[in-house]
C-alpha cells in the first residue's frame, strides 16, 4: 500500500468517525526547549530560579522557584519572609510531606531521583511560561533507569502542565504527583490522575503511587485552576498521544501468584516445574526428592540484605536469558543475573516483578533472618540450593518460613513450602512465581495451587510508537513491533475505530486477544527481532482529538497449529499537534 493511499483511507475513517470539536492550542509531550542544565547532584535543591513573571497559585503569586534534584520544585515568592527551601525531601513520596512544607510544592514525580549518577535536570524562563524538566534521571539504586518528565508554569493564568516520556517509571520508591499551597493543608484524598478529566475541589490535587505502580508514562496533563481552591485537570486537546493497551501473545512465561492480606494456600506443598522449551513449564506436583536437607552454606544475611555473586556450578536457561551466577535476597527471592539488580525491596508488588529484571521468586515477602533463622546458598552436584531456614516475618516474633528452590542445569526448578505464613507487619502482601522481567507486560496472576498447569512459551510481540515520534498531523509516525520471532514470514498493521477485545482461544490462539478493529490492514516487511512500520498522517485538522485503534499480526509457521499467528498488543493513536 502507497503512502499516499494509506493517507487517504486513514482520512476517510477518521471523517467516519469524527464528531465536532473545537480546535485549541496545545502544548503536547515534553517541550525541546530544556534551557539550562542545573548542576544538581543526588537530593540537592538548586539556588533560586526567577521565572521573569507573577504565578497565581492558589489565592497568592510567586515570582521563582526553587528545584529539587527528587523531582519537583518549591513554588517562592523572593519578596516574601518565607525562608528559602532547602530540603531535598529523600527518599519517597509522600502525602504528610507534601501538605507540611512551608513552601508549596508542585511535583512531577517525586521520588528517589539521582542525578549524579546520569541525566540532567534543566530550567528555561520563557515568555508566558517556565519550564523545569528531568531529562533520562535514574532511580537512585536502579543503574540502567532514566526518567524523562516536564513541568511548565504558565503566567496570568495559573496553568500547570505537565509531560511524562515513556520511559518514566518509579521502580522501587513510592512516587507522588501532584500540587499544593502546603503550610498545613487539608488532605482532600488522592486523585487518579490517569482517569481525566477531573473536577477538583481543593488547591491540592495529587496522586500517590506505590513502588512500580507509576502509570503516567506517555502522558500529558494540564490542571486549569477554576478558583484558588478548585482545579479542572484533564488531557491538553489536540496532544498527540500513543498510549498501548492489552497484549500480545504468544502468552507470556512470566507467571505468579499475589497474595495479600495475610494469605497463603501453598504451605506445606511443593511443585515440579519441568522446562518444555522456550521458557515454558508444565507444572506438577513434585513427587520426589522436594525437599533437600543439604544445606550448610550460611550466606549470613541480615534484614533486607543482598548476597551477590553465587555460581550455580552451570549454565541455567531461563525465558530470556541464561545464567551462572545469581543474587539471593533475605526478602524470599533470587536475582536470576547477578548484578542485574539492588533492589532487596520487602513490599511486593506486581508492576515491580514486571518492570525489574529476572526475578525467581519462591516467596517474596517481608523476611528478617536477623530475627532468627538463616538463609543458604549451596551448589551441590548437577544442581543448586538456595533456602530460607526458619526465617521469621518482620515484627512477628516467633513465626518460622521455611522455603527451598532447586535449580536444574536443564532448565527444571522444584519449589517447596515445608512452613510458610505470610503474616509480616509491613502488609501481609506476597508474592510466588517467576518474571523475565525488563518492563513484560502484565500476564494475569495464575493459581499456582491448581496443579497440573502450563506456562507460556514465549515473549509477548510488543506494538509502540519509537521514541519521540508521536502521531502529529501532517508527520509520519514511526511505530516499533519488538519480540518479532526469528521464524516469521510476513504480518500487517490492522487500524481500525474500536476494541473489539476478541479471544482467540477458541480458533486455536491460545493467549490472544483481537485488539483493534479490521477497518485498514497494511501489509508489512518483516525483519527480527524489530520490525519498523511508517504510517503517514494526513495534515488535517479534523484529525486533531481523533482515535485509531492499532495491532501487528504476524505469521511464524514453526509456531504450528491451524493458525500459526502470533499478535502485538494495541496502541491507541490520538492524533493532534
Not at 526553587?66 to 509522600?94: A, E, Q
Not at 529476572?358 to 552436584?381: E, I
Amino acid at each position: 500500500m502507497t503512502s499516499l493511499s494509506l493517507s487517504l483511507r486513514s482520512a476517510a475513517l477518521l471523517a467516519a468517525a469524527a464528531t465536532s470539536h473545537a480546535l485549541l492550542p496545545a502544548q503536547c509531550g515534553v517541550d525541546p526547549n530544556y534551557g539550562t542544565s542545573i548542576p544538581l547532584t543526588d537530593d540537592s535543591v538548586s539556588g533560586v530560579q526567577m521565572l521573569g513573571f507573577a504565578f497565581p497559585f492558589a489565592g497568592a503569586s510567586y515570582d521563582s522557584v526553587y528545584v529539587s534534584s527528587n523531582g519537583f520544585v518549591y513554588l517562592f515568592d523572593t519578596t516574601g519572609s518565607v525562608l528559602p527551601p532547602t530540603n531535598s525531601r529523600c527518599c519517597n513520596g509522600n502525602v504528610a510531606g507534601l501538605l507540611s512544607s512551608t513552601s508549596p510544592m508542585v511535583c512531577g514525580m517525586w521520588e528517589d531521583l539521582n542525578p549524579a549518577a546520569g541525566g540532567t535536570v534543566n530550567f528555561n524562563a520563557l515568555p508566558g511560561k517556565a519550564l523545569i524538566t528531568w531529562d533520562n534521571v535514574p532511580e537512585f539504586g536502579n543503574a540502567g533507569s532514566a526518567n524523562t518528565f516536564q513541568i511548565r508554569l504558565h503566567a496570568t493564568s495559573g496553568v500547570i502542565e505537565m509531560a511524562f516520556d515513556s520511559n518514566t517509571r518509579a521502580i522501587s520508591h513510592a512516587c507522588l504527583t501532584g500540587w499544593s499551597p502546603s503550610n498545613g493543608a487539608a488532605d482532600p484524598g488522592g486523585s487518579n490522575l490517569s482517569a481525566i478529566p477531573i473536577l477538583a475541589g481543593s488547591a491540592t490535587v495529587y496522586e500517590l503511587f506505590g513502588p512500580g505502580s507509576f502509570d503516567l508514562a506517555q502522558r500529558s496533563l494540564q490542571a486549569s485552576p477554576t478558583s484558588a481552591t478548585s482545579w479542572i485537570v484533564d488531557t491538553p486537546f489536540g496532544c498527540a498521544l500513543s498510549s498501548e493497551y492489552g497484549r500480545g501473545c504468544p502468552k507470556p512465561c512470566t507467571f505468579y501468584e499475589f497474595f495479600a492480606g495475610s494469605t497463603f494456600d501453598l504451605s506445606g506443598g511443593s511443585l515440579l516445574f519441568s522446562a518444555v522449551g522456550n521458557g515454558a513449564y508444565s507444572v506438577s506436583t513434585c513427587p520426589t526428592n522436594c525437599f533437600d536437607t543439604n544445606f550448610t552454606n550460611n550466606l549470613l544475611l541480615t534484614d533486607d540484605s543482598l548476597s551477590v555473586g553465587n555460581a550455580l556450578g552451570f549454565t541455567f536457561p531461563f525465558c530470556g536469558g541464561s545464567t551462572t551466577t545469581v543474587d539471593v535476597c533475605s526478602n524470599g527471592f533470587v536475582w536470576l543475573v547477578s548484578g542485574s539488580s539492588g533492589s532487596f525491596d520487602w513490599t511486593p508488588t506486581v508492576a515491580e516483578l514486571l518492570a525489574l529484571p529476572a526475578r525467581l521468586c519462591p516467596l517474596w515477602m517481608d523476611l528478617n533472618p536477623t530475627a532468627g533463622g538463616a538463609v543458604y546458598f549451596d551448589a551441590l552436584p548437577g544442581k543448586a540450593l538456595v533456602t530460607w531456614n526458619q526465617v521469621p516475618a518482620f515484627g512477628v516474633a516467633g513465626s518460622r518460613n521455611t522455603i527451598q528452590v532447586q535449580i536444574y542445569p536443564n532448565g527444571n526448578l522444584i519449589v517447596a513450602w515445608p512452613q510458610a505464613v505470610n503474616n509480616a507487619t509491613t502488609g501481609g502482601n506476597a508474592i510466588s512465581g517467576f518474571s523475565q522481567g525488563n518492563g513484560i507486560s502484565d500476564p494475569s496472576a495464575t493459581d499456582i495451587s491448581m496443579v497440573p498447569f502450563s506456562t507460556g512459551s514465549g515473549i509477548p510481540m510488543r506494538l509502540a510508537a519509537q521514541p519521540g515520534s508521536r502521531p502529529v498531523i501532517g508527520t509520519t509516525l514511526m511505530l516499533e513491533a519488538s519480540q518479532v520471532r526469528p521464524g516469521t514470514l510476513g504480518g500487517s498493521l490492522h487500524i481500525g475505530t474500536s476494541n473489539p477485545n476478541l479471544d482467540l482461544t477458541p480458533i486455536g490462539l491460545s493467549g490472544c486477544t483481537w485488539l483493534s478493529t479490521l477497518d485498514i490492514t497494511l501489509p508489512l516487511t518483516v525483519a527480527s527481532p524489530i520490525t519498523t512500520v511508517s504510517l503517514p498522517i494526513p495534515n488535517l485538522s479534523s484529525f486533531i482529538g481523533r482515535s485509531l485503534t492499532t495491532q501487528v499480526l504476524m505469521l511464524d509457521p514453526s509456531l504450528g497449529g491451524a493458525l500459526p499467528l502470533y499478535l502485538s498488543n494495541g496502541l491507541l493513536l490520538t492524533f493532534g499537534n
